[in-house]
């Protein structure tokens, strides 16, 4: 068509022009300027449009609400230039990560936002997990001091609301509880805190918060069937298939539970994402009736 138009010289019609010049003014209104990825103004455009179709299908949809942990700090001690390439860097995962059908958006600072239709629970978190693995191997090349990593906070509808203000409230809750219980081991990498005991003292309602918190944080992700396990080197190698994992620790498949040790340091091997070092502790055991042993472990820092 456009050779078409370009051999009668009617590229040249003022028409045509003033049609490029919008296409482009759209295309910039929707677009954030720094990352390239879709702006606030197109995501609450979408949010909506996509509720409405997730109705009428009986189709889940998840969102997900992200920031960068301790971007402040990145900021303060080497500029906003590399601020900026630190965002860049983390729109980059992103769209590296998501699936073709998915969106992805940045709604203001370090804050960003995906949309995954017909995305249940398991899937969300799993696909979370591999995009914050994939930007903490991509920030490394910064040589920054300066930890950087990804916080999120996840909402499915219908089980979380079907409005698109109780999914943000929902995602936000749960995005800031995962920054206040993450803590900062050793080695720079992030892996989440021990889960909350009630202490004494506590009221009934606050320790029903606390309940709560520690209900989704271990909310589990079947591995079973898949590549996910462990290996640990206690003076001999070994690894264990990974049953299932939470945002609070893993279970695995142990042979012979007696050889495991109570504390244990271990990578963690995940489907399509990269090996991750974590502290265990053992937590409990249960027999499977031949097959090996179940056994729980919690995530130390």
Same mark, same amino acid.
């Given at each position: 068509?456009?050779?078409?138009?370009?051999?009668?010289?009617?590229?040249?019609?003022?028409?045509?022009?003033?049609?490029?010049?919008?296409?482009?003014?759209?295309?910039?209104?929707?677009?954030?300027?720094?990352?390239?990825?879709?702006?606030?103004?197109?995501?609450?455009?979408?949010?909506?449009?996509?509720?409405?179709?997730?109705?009428?299908?009986?189709?889940?949809?998840?969102?997900?609400?992200?920031?960068?942990?301790?971007?402040?700090?990145?900021?303060?001690?080497?500029?906003?230039?590399?601020?900026?390439?630190?965002?860049?860097?983390?729109?980059?995962?992103?769209?590296?990560?998501?699936?073709?059908?998915?969106?992805?958006?940045?709604?203001?600072?370090?804050?960003?936002?995906?949309?995954?239709?017909?995305?249940?629970?398991?899937?969300?978190?799993?696909?979370?997990?591999?995009?914050?693995?994939?930007?903490?191997?991509?920030?490394?090349?910064?040589?920054?001091?300066?930890?950087?990593?990804?916080?999120?906070?996840?909402?499915?509808?219908?089980?979380?609301?079907?409005?698109?203000?109780?999914?943000?409230?929902? $995602?936000?809750?749960?995005?800031?509880?995962?920054?206040?219980? &993450? =803590? #900062?081991? /050793?080695?720079?990498?992030?892996? @989440?805190? %021990?889960?909350?005991?009630?202490?004494?003292?506590?009221?009934?309602?606050?320790?029903?918060?606390?309940?709560?918190?520690?209900?989704?944080?271990?909310?589990?992700?079947?591995?079973?069937?898949?590549?996910?396990?462990?290996?640990?080197?206690?003076?001999?190698?070994?690894? $264990?298939?990974?049953?299932?994992?939470?945002?609070?620790?893993? &279970? =695995? #498949?142990? /042979?012979?539970?007696?050889?495991? @040790?109570? %504390?244990?340091?271990?990578?963690?091997?995940?489907?399509?994402?990269?090996?991750?070092?974590?502290?265990?502790?053992?937590?409990?055991?249960?027999?499977?009736?031949?097959?090996?042993?179940?056994?729980?472990?919690?995530?130390?820092?």
């Amino acid at each position: 068509m456009i050779d078409v138009l370009e051999n009668m010289n009617l590229l040249r019609v003022p028409i045509f022009v003033e049609y490029e010049e919008f296409r482009k003014l759209r295309v910039s209104a929707a677009t954030d300027a720094l990352t390239g990825l879709y702006n606030r103004r197109l995501f609450e455009e979408t949010f909506q449009k996509e509720l409405s179709r997730s109705k009428r299908s009986r189709q889940p949809l998840a969102l997900v609400m992200l920031d960068l942990h301790r971007f402040k700090e990145v900021n303060d001690r080497y500029g906003h230039p590399q601020g900026d390439h630190a965002l860049r860097l983390a729109a980059a995962a992103a769209r590296d990560t998501v699936r073709a059908s998915d969106y992805t958006f940045r709604i203001g600072g370090d804050e960003f936002a995906i949309l995954l239709p017909q995305c249940d629970r398991a899937q969300c978190t799993a696909l979370s997990w591999r995009l914050r693995a994939r930007y903490e191997a991509v920030v490394k090349g910064l040589h920054i001091e300066v930890p950087l990593s990804l916080d999120f906070g996840i909402a499915v509808s219908p089980d979380d609301g079907e409005q698109r203000e109780n999914m943000i409230r929902v $995602a936000d809750t749960r995005l800031y509880e995962m920054k206040k219980e &993450a =803590l #900062l081991p /050793a080695d720079g990498g992030l892996v @989440p805190s %021990l889960m909350i005991r009630e202490g004494p003292g506590k009221s009934p309602s606050e320790r029903g918060e606390a309940q709560s918190r520690d209900k989704r944080k271990w909310e589990r992700v079947p591995m079973a069937g898949t590549s996910a396990h462990i290996v640990w080197d206690e003076g001999v190698p070994a690894t $264990a298939p990974v049953l299932d994992v939470s945002f609070g620790g893993v &279970a =695995l #498949l142990v /042979a012979k539970p007696e050889a495991f @040790p109570p %504390l244990v340091h271990a990578v963690l091997h995940m489907p399509i994402q990269l090996p991750v070092s974590v502290n265990l502790r053992k937590l409990n055991e249960q027999p499977l009736h031949g097959d090996g042993t179940r056994v729980g472990c919690v995530f130390l820092a």
